[in-house]
């Protein structure tokens, strides 16, 4: 049977068809984010959806090519995810600069992710699952995803963690109805990407310095489209990409 591949009961995936207003995409490195919820931003944004993504860190260490420095690939990699981002769909693109592979998930971090969320207000927010444990994780993926779930929750709703951000006028305590979590070993729900999938692979073609070298080539894009067929199998729709799904109660 062909759906030993993949270690859950996808029947079991709730199908998420309402699309928000706002969503946030934060993400570690750049490519990240089109590759864990390039279908979603394509297809959303395709129904007005206001997209804002944050990448976390500068992508310092990406690359092979041993002449590259990292003053170098820092600045490929910031146009190439402006590019990127454009091709998708996104409206908004906000770089924290971390260094790569040096991210904490500390105060001042979670932090800059709650001012994120009070500034853009998205209803949807979408990030690596911190809690992976079936094949290597990235300790910059589970350092976002354990900031942005404690900035979701409770800092970025309740007005007396960073009260000095409402100094700003605009920012104030603000709900985030859900997050979904890429990677997840247990995904309970799943997004119809099909009209988004083309976008996605030519979205993540934008980050050249990666596509040709550490992301895999350019099979990347076969790759994808037929992951997001395997997904999508069971389902009423071609591709899709499944989530783990936390949605905040009241
Ligand atoms: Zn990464």
Known sequence: MTTNAIPYE?????????V????????AHPDDGELGAGGVIATWAEQSCEISMVVCTSGSSGS????????????????????????????HVEFLDHPDGELEADRAFLGEIVWMIRKYRPEV?????????????????????????????PYARDHLHFPEQMEHEGIEPYKVREVLMW??????AIVDTSSGVEKQIEALHQ????????????????????????????????????YRRLVARG
Do not use: W
């Open 207 to 242: 980050h050249k310095s990666q596509v040709e070298g550490l992301s895999g080539g350019p099979a990347v894009g076969e790759r994808l489209r037929e992951r997001a067929r395997v997904v999508a199998t069971n389902y009423p729709f071609e591709y899709g990409q499944a």
């Open 64 to 91: 092979n090519d041993t002449a590259m420095t990292s003053e170098s690939i820092v600045m490929i990699r910031r146009s190439e995810q402006l590019k990127a981002s454009e091709v998708a769909g996104a409206q």
């Open 125 to 153: 927010v979408l990030c690596h699952d911190p809690h992976r444990f079936n094949g290597f994780n990235h300790r910059d993926h589970r350092m976002v995803g354990t900031g942005v779930l404690d900035a979701i929750y």
């Open 10 to 18: 996808r029947s079991q995936l709730e199908i998420i068809d309402a």
């Open 20 to 27: 928000p207003e706002r969503a946030m995409v934060v993400f």
């Open 183 to 188: 990677g997840s070993d247990s995904p309970n």
